[in-house]
């Protein structure tokens, strides 16, 4: 295969630092227990993501301040969780370290994190990555030994062990990679089976593996959870950058189990290339004959995509109303929302919400409550950040957040 282009410089490298069982979906009762409403915001666009988390009773309504709430947990690290069976999930923790570290809550609304926690290398961009298979099975990714698949506890929040190394059947020789990986960015179930994106790249430290790799396709590992037996790659072709290195886990499952995968493009500032491909259910190949393209939407081909919610027959996205710039693509109120027909690759504007600032590691679009909701965040317009519920391609305010940043929402188990 070709060498790509190296691409990612200092000026885009410096804007950058600034679903299976981990489905962007209903956080679903637990065991049971009570539940409380949770609200993340980050205080100001900075590296380490200042803000706060705060646990509301009732579904919030009107305009809500975490930081005025009673309970808030005040730290670094606001920018988007996971969520599993009531469990919400973080890479990062409150001083802005990776890992998997876990949010509670107790009855009086005090959040905190948990005191167990699983930490990963601090000097490897994508450190922590995640997925859930059940309460008490999980797989990881720590930078420190980048060939492997971990294996943790969920609810205990432990290690367990490994499910394999791969670097025998996987590393590559060619000259000028200078940093490989299996899962940094990508880790999903479907089916039995672990899909975890290979890295080759030419970066190395904290920016291996961050839009700057090798070769011109993205390759995925489909190994067997049973066995922890590689069994084959995929390949998505022609694009770069799958997914990305925050809570975002940047794909999707629809409801009949087809796994919609987004791909950020060969360049880190403004996009190109960027994609969203699939594998469909019973499959394990990316599906050939359908895949969607950023230049579906403009042929200039001068964005990407930057998050995906599969819902029926279609899926909600943002994309940006105008080509990328460094000076922009974080911070200006570019990103509109979007259905898009997965049959007719046919974009459709959603009425009612303005565009607003790139949700970065929070979700854009997720159900909470069986309602699809949609991250909005426009700070140069006083009471428009907040939530909205999307019904057809309408929308209707649920609840606006002031005092910060809206950057994430679900519901959590409470813990005595």
């Avoid at 947990?73 to 999930?89: I, Q």
């Avoid at 000259?175 to 790249?201: C, M, P, R, W």
């Avoid at 109303?321 to 974080?330: F, V």
Wanted: glycine share 12%; aromatic share 12%; charged share 20%.
């Amino acid at each position: 295969m070709n060498k790509k282009t190296k691409i990612l410089g200092a000026l885009a490298w410096s804007i950058l630092i600034g679903f299976s069982s981990c489905k962007k979906d209903d956080p679903g009762p637990g065991d049971g227990s009570s539940q409380k409403y949770l609200v993340q915001t980050m205080s100001e666009i900075a590296q380490v993501k200042p803000g706060h988390t705060a646990a509301y009773s009732e579904f919030p309504t009107g305009t809500i301040n975490n930081s005025a709430q009673t309970g808030a947990l005040g730290a670094s690290g606001n920018e988007g969780f996971r969520t599993y069976n009531g469990m919400v999930f973080k890479m990062f923790n409150g001083s802005f370290e990776r890992g998997i570290y876990r949010l509670l809550v107790d009855g009086t609304g005090r959040v905190s994190y948990d005191t167990k926690s699983i930490k990963t290398s601090n000097s490897h961009s994508g450190s922590g990555n995640f997925v859930i298979e059940n309460d008490t099975k999980g797989y990881y990714w720590d930078g420190d030994s980048p060939w492997e698949i971990h294996t943790f506890n969920p609810t205990a929040l432990e290690r367990t062990g490994s499910l394999g190394n791969y670097e025998a059947e996987l590393k590559k020789s060619d000259a000028g990679i200078n940093f490989q990986a299996i899962g940094q960015h990508f880790l999903a179930i479907k089916e039995g089976k672990l899909y975890a994106d290979v890295t080759y790249s030419e970066g190395s430290e904290q920016r291996g593996g961050v839009f700057n790799d090798f070769f011109p396709d993205v390759t995925i590992a489909v190994i067997d959870l049973q066995t922890g037996d590689l069994e084959k790659t995929t390949v998505i072709k022609n694009t770069g950058a799958i997914a990305f290195i925050n809570d975002n886990e940047m794909y999707s499952f629809d409801q009949q189990g087809n796994l919609y995968i987004v791909c950020q493009g060969t360049n880190a500032a403004f996009g190109t290339n960027s994609k969203i491909a699939r594998i469909k259910k019973g499959e394990t190949d990316i599906d050939a004959t359908w895949e969607l393209k950023f230049s579906d939407y403009r042929s200039a081909d001068d964005g990407k995509f930057v998050g995906v919610f599969a819902e029926g027959d279609r899926l909600v996205l943002t994309v940006n109303t105008e080509p990328l710039t460094a000076d922009i693509i974080n911070n200006g109120e570019i990103w509109k929302f979007y259905s898009v027909d997965i049959a007719t690759k046919q974009f459709t504007p959603i009425e009612g919400v303005e565009a607003s600032i790139n949700g970065g590691g929070a979700y854009p679009a997720f159900s909470v409550d069986g309602k699809t909701i949609l991250l909005v965040n426009k700070p140069s317009q006083s009471d428009v950040s907040g939530y909205y519920e999307l019904n057809g391609n309408t929308v209707t305010p649920l609840f606006k957040v002031t005092g910060g940043h809206p950057k994430g929402f679900t519901k959590i188990n409470v813990t005595n």
